[in-house]
């Protein structure tokens, strides 16, 4: 038992995450997204929405440690029309949406107070365009053909990424991916996570969804692709605002925006496959 105690203390401290924590929330929130799923999409949409909400309450109070003050009603109001918008008009609806939101939030800030507007209006914009945006491609992704097939999917591309880069890290890192931005990311990791992950995906077209498990390994490539790109960057803003994690309501993750970092990033490119799967009819 000391053995297996030390051993998981080791890899707690080369990760920066304490492990069973972490798997034990991953579990519940999988269990909640296809629960969801399989009741009512209604259910699924307001998830999403709820846990959008919380990811905007948690950048503002990360801004407000960085000196940057927003109000965090029009970014509510923004966000609930962006979901809102989605579910009713699809890509052209979240398209317009965003394209109303971002301007009145703009006017908004401006009314409020002109000091710092720059620095206030853009971290609004990203905001907006980082949360609410991007998580419209999760709905999308729920409210069209085989909704669980599409998000299972998603859930198996991020996965994948997230776990194989996090053990191929700690098992083998010894190239830094970026240290300036995030020095615990490895090439090792990187390389582990696009094995994984393609051949992840897949085995979910082939076996799952019965298509082409060369139109899996595309999305496998380009989820690890963009899953990375979205924990460096939300790696970049926590190192900007000097914050370790965005939030503290995910033991073992952090923050919800800890959690679905790379989700809201990948699920855009997600949903372009499956569009062009279903568009040239491959």
Request: with cysteine.
């Amino acid at each position: 038992m000391d053995d297996l105690h030390s051993i998981n203390e080791a890899i707690n401290q080369r990760a920066g995450r304490k492990l069973l924590p972490s798997i034990l929330v991953s579990l519940l929130i999988l269990a909640l997204v296809f629960g969801s799923l399989k009741v009512s999409p209604v259910i699924f949409d307001l998830l999403i929405g709820v846990a959008m909400l919380l990811g905007i309450n948690e950048i503002v109070r990360a801004y407000e440690g960085g000196g940057i003050h927003l109000p965090e009603l029009p970014l509510y109001v923004a966000a609930a029309g962006l979901l809102g918008a989605t579910w009713y008009g699809k890509i052209s609806g979240l398209a317009v949406a965003l394209a109303i939101a971002i301007p009145n939030v703009m006017v908004y800030l401006l009314l409020k107070s002109p000091v710092d507007f720059v620095k206030r209006s853009t971290a609004a914009v990203f905001a907006i365009f980082y949360i609410p945006f991007l998580a419209g491609f999760i709905l999308l992704l729920a409210h069209d053909g085989n909704p669980i097939g599409k998000i299972f999917t998603l859930v198996v591309v991020v996965s994948c990424n997230d776990t194989f880069a996090y053990f191929s890290g700690v098992l083998f890192g010894k190239h830094p991916l970026a240290p300036h931005i995030s020095p615990k990311k490895t090439w090792e990791g990187l390389i582990g996570a696009i094995v994984a992950t393609t051949l992840g995906a897949s085995l979910v077209f082939h076996f799952a969804l019965h298509d082409h498990w060369w139109l899996g390994a595309l999305i496998g490539i380009l989820g690890v692709i963009t899953a990375t790109c979205g924990d460096l960057i939300e790696s970049a803003l926590k190192r900007d605002l000097r914050i370790k994690d965005m939030g503290t309501l995910l033991p073992g993750h952090g923050g919800v925006l800890d959690r679905v970092d790379s989700l809201l990033f990948t699920a855009p490119s997600v949903w372009f496959v499956f569009e062009l799967i279903q568009h040239f009819k491959l």
